[in-house]
């Protein structure tokens, strides 16, 4: 199976940045589209972002656009969420997962792994 390690949460203020990593291991190929989602207090997960294989598209809830960057090192097999300007309302749990679709397929990803924590305070 493939193993997937989130990393880079942590608390911030509002306004401020996180990077967030997530390393694959095992049968892992870079032809996977990765993505980011996030499962705030009280809350549906739901999709944040999506990067193809060789990072020339991108797809991103509508909440995130402007603010987050999604990107990936395939030397590396990882992926990046670079968040900016950060809201309390973004305050939740971020897990990555893999995709054989598509960027736009955001009900095709599974493969999740363990997530990690962002909280914004106000």
């Known amino acids: 199976q493939v193993r997937l390690v989130e990393s880079g949460g942590g608390l911030v203020q509002a306004g401020g940045s996180l990077r967030l990593s997530c390393a694959a291991s095992?049968?892992?190929?870079?032809?996977?589209?990765m993505g980011w989602f996030r499962q705030g207090p009280g809350k549906e997960r739901e999709f944040v972002a999506a990067?193809?294989?060789?990072?020339?598209?991108?797809y991103y809830v509508d909440s995130v656009k402007g603010r987050f960057t999604i990107s990936r090192d395939n030397a590396e097999n990882t992926v990046y969420l670079q968040m900016n300007n950060l809201k309390p309302e973004d305050t939740a749990v971020y897990y990555c997962?893999?995709?054989?679709?598509?960027?736009?397929?955001?009900?095709?990803?599974?493969?999740w792994g363990q997530g990690t924590q962002v909280t914004v305070s106000s």
């Open positions: 997962a893999i995709n054989r679709g598509s960027v736009y397929n955001t009900e095709g990803f599974g493969s």
């Open positions: 990067v193809s294989w060789n990072g020339g598209s991108t």
């Open positions: 095992g049968p892992f190929f870079s032809s996977y589209v």
